[in-house]
């Protein structure tokens, strides 16, 4: 805290001197040019505002306008290169100014306040919606899991074919807990900004590629296709997060879009970005659910029953690690079904370095 306090205080220092310097500059050459101190006191009442707005407090604007009015009767006001205080009119441009600075910076604080206190109610509400979304997904596979279990307990002479459905059953709702607990432990930690991304030049058809051997692993019946270009695209990445945002993109279609097509990713090139697309043809996206897909309070309202335990969470961190990657990720209906996508800054070959870590 101490060491931020620090970093704060001398940041605001320099930019107040220099754009009282750059002030100065412009103030001096408005006077070269027409000789009317009217001018420069402007000049310097417009810095000060914006030393006011970029700074934190009150301090630097009060520092600021003192300074100024300082400057204008050292530099623009006869006798040139001497300061006398007792000139006519001086005292009201001092408090003139100094008024401004201190009504800007009071304005300015007090918006910063407001900024501060809206930012930490939405992230209130998002983390009651995130909650929710949690409690709503981890309730319907322990439900399961306690209801398979006393079937078996209380059925000891259970026939074997009705006991492994329910071993089955057991198993995947496991699996899937592990899966959700594992999702946000991951959003724990790159939300908590103490996490670092330690990436490496990979070729994304590799990523890809695995992520669909993954899937088809648990889920052996998926049409997943394939389609890449020719070329080969470079990313600077964390497989591993890379391959869970593909596999949760990918889970999410088989289990939820009912697509009646093989469910397409696709690689592409857009503006110096390498373009990976997962799309299905099923119902496509609700437009009412549209803008809470990526914020972790999307509900799947499929009815099937694998359906109830939702796939907000697992959207929500996609868009994280993807974001982390200094990335976009979007979605969109298409005519046929839903496409979620994402995009990576995408790197050339030659310039591959060991291992980047990128803090976030």
Not at 270 to 296: A, C, M, N, Y
Request: proline share 3%; net charge negative.
């Amino acid at each position: 805290m101490k060491g931020k306090k620090e970093q704060s205080f001398g940041r605001d220092c320099l930019l107040t001197i220099a754009l009282l310097v750059l002030a100065t500059l412009i103030a001096y050459a408005f006077f070269v040019m027409s000789q009317l101190t009217t001018n420069i006191a402007i000049v310097y009442v417009m810095f000060i505002v914006l030393i006011a707005r970029y700074t934190s407090g009150y301090l630097w604007g009060c520092i600021a306008s003192v300074v100024a009015v300082i400057a204008i009767n050292y530099f623009f006001s006869e006798p040139i290169m001497e300061l006398n205080f007792m000139k006519d009119g001086y005292p009201i441009t001092f408090l003139g100014i100094f008024g401004i600075s201190l009504i800007t910076g009071t304005t300015t604080a007090h918006l910063k306040e407001h900024q501060r206190m809206l930012l930490e109610s939405e992230r209130e509400k998002m983390r009651a919606n995130l909650l929710r979304s949690i409690s709503h997904d981890l309730r319907t596979p322990l439900t399961g899991i306690i209801g398979a279990s006393q079937a078996c307990l209380e059925n000891p002479d259970m026939d074997r074919k009705e006991l492994e459905q329910m071993l089955r059953s057991i198993c995947e709702d496991s699996n899937w807990l592990l899966d959700m607990v594992e999702n946000l432990l991951s959003i724990t930690r790159i939300g908590s900004g103490e996490n670092l991304v330690k990436t490496s030049l990979e070729p994304i058809e590799e990523i890809l590629s695995e992520s669909i051997q993954r899937v088809k692993k648990r889920y052996p019946m998926a049409d997943i296709r394939l389609e890449l270009p020719e070329a080969i695209f470079m990313v600077a990445v964390d497989s591993i997060l890379i391959i869970q945002v593909v596999m949760n993109l990918l889970e999410n279609a088989v289990k939820y879009s009912g697509s009646t097509e093989p469910i397409v990713v696709a690689v592409g090139e857009r503006d110096g970005w390498v373009l990976v697309s997962v799309r299905d043809f099923g119902r496509g996206i609700p437009t009412e659910q549209r803008k809470h897909l990526f914020d972790g309070t999307y509900i799947c309202t499929d009815n099937r029953s694998d359906a109830k335990r939702g796939m907000g969470i697992g959207l929500s961190l996609c868009k994280t690690i993807i974001e982390a990657h200094g990335g976009k990720i979007g979605e969109k209906n298409h005519t046929k079904g839903a496409e979620i996508y994402f995009l990576l800054p995408m790197e050339d070959e030659e310039d591959e370095s060991e291992n980047t870590d990128t803090d976030y």
